[in-house]
């Protein structure tokens, strides 16, 4: 039951948040104009879009606190700009615009334009979002007793955005998961490093394609989970015909030692009946080593095949 309650109270809480949110952005967007600019680029905030009249003055400045920023004023000299804003604004009266270059994470916010004419005075508010592209996100993969841990991590982006996992084909959740992540800002540029660390259980797919992606930049694909027993097979194989060549070389050694010796016993006058009885044996005495061979290229088979 009270599981129930807090479950309830959490929706509701989670209803009122997003409605809350849902109505500042409309009455934000209802006379709010958003500019997207990107860290160390420039931006142009267009502060109205009738250009028939000239304005008598028009100038840019920031609320809480109020910054100047820049501006015109066809008699009047207007003050400097804010340091925060020196050498880095161009305000062109003619087309009604500021420019805004070398963009930092400091500019972003509230804007607000002020145009007077010669009959009424204007005002439009400019909402600068700065954003900085995430660095493509490095992969490291360390394979270990069919299991994989695989870390994702990129730099430098703004806003905060987490690591995407991307598997191909799809696995089964139940055999990977994210063991290790985490985010920090760089204490002097303010931007964002994250990380992401997961575990993959290579038991049921033999292979794996895997990327990651951080905020729109891409990773490399990589490979994983690749057999072992590939390169288990190829030294398997290796080692059987080295063991193979061995046995026939030893066959053939030994065999034409025994001709040798055969030879030397004929030479040395064994004649009659016993002689061919003691061949006879020999015959016999050579036929061990090649069962062995045989025995043992079976078994290097069933170890091929298992
Ligand atoms: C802006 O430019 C002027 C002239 O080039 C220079 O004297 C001044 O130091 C610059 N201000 C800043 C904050 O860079
Ligand atoms: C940032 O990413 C966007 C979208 O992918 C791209 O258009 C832009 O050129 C990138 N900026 C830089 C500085 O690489
Ligand atoms: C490999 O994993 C098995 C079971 O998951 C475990 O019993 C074994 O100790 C592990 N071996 C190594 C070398 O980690
Ligand atoms: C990615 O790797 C490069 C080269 O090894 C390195 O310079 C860079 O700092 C790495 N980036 C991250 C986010 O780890
Ligand atoms: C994923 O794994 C779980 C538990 O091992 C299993 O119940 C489920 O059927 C699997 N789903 C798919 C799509 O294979
Ligand atoms: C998570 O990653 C961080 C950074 O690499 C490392 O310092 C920390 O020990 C890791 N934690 C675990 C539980 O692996
Ligand atoms: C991997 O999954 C198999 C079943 O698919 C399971 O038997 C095994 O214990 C899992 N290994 C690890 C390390 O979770
Ligand atoms: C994985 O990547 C390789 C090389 O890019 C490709 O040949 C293979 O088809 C991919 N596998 C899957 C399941 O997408």
């Excluded at 955005?161 to 055999?175: A, G, M």
């Excluded at 992401?196 to 694909?221: D, H, K």
């Amino acid at each position: 039951m009270t599981v129930d309650y807090r479950m309830c109270a959490r929706r509701l809480l989670r209803r009122c948040v997003i409605l809350f949110l849902v109505s500042v952005q409309f009455i934000q967007s209802k006379d709010v104009t958003m500019v997207i600019g990107e860290v160390g680029g420039a931006v142009t905030l267009p502060c109205t879009s009738d250009i028939q009249r000239l304005p008598n003055h028009l100038y840019v400045q920031r609320p809480d606190p109020n910054k100047f920023i820049n501006g015109y004023h066809k008699t009047r000299d207007l003050p400097s700009p804010h340091p925060e804003y020196a050498n880095r604004t161009q305000v062109d009266h003619t087309q009604g615009t500021m420019r805004l270059w070398n963009i930092r994470l400091s500019d972003e916010g509230l804007y607000e334009c002020h145009i007077g004419y010669p009959t009424k005075n204007n005002q439009k508010n400019i909402q600068l979002r700065v954003t900085a592209n995430y660095s493509i996100p490095n992969v490291t993969v360390a394979c270990d007793n069919g299991s994989c841990l695989v870390t994702c991590s990129s730099d430098n982006g703004y806003p905060r955005r987490d690591v995407e996992w991307s598997l191909n084909p799809p696995l089964n959740q139940s055999h990977w998961g994210v063991v290790n992540s985490s985010g920090g800002t760089d204490p002097v540029s303010m931007l964002f490093s994250v990380f992401s660390s997961i575990s993959i259980n290579c038991s049921s797919e033999p292979r794996l394609n895997l990327s990651c992606a951080v905020g729109g930049a891409l990773s490399q694909e990589h490979t994983v989970c690749r057999h072992p027993d590939i390169s288990v097979i190829s030294v398997i194989s290796a080692v059987s015909v080295i063991a193979a060549v061995l046995l026939c070389f030893l066959v053939l050694v030994s065999s034409s030692k025994k001709k040798k010796a055969q030879t030397a016993r004929g030479n040395q006058g064994g004649k009659g009946p016993a002689s061919s009885e003691d061949s006879k044996k020999r015959n016999r005495n050579r036929v061990p080593p090649l069962i062995l061979l045989v025995d043992t290229h079976q078994i290097i088979l069933e170890t091929l095949v298992n």
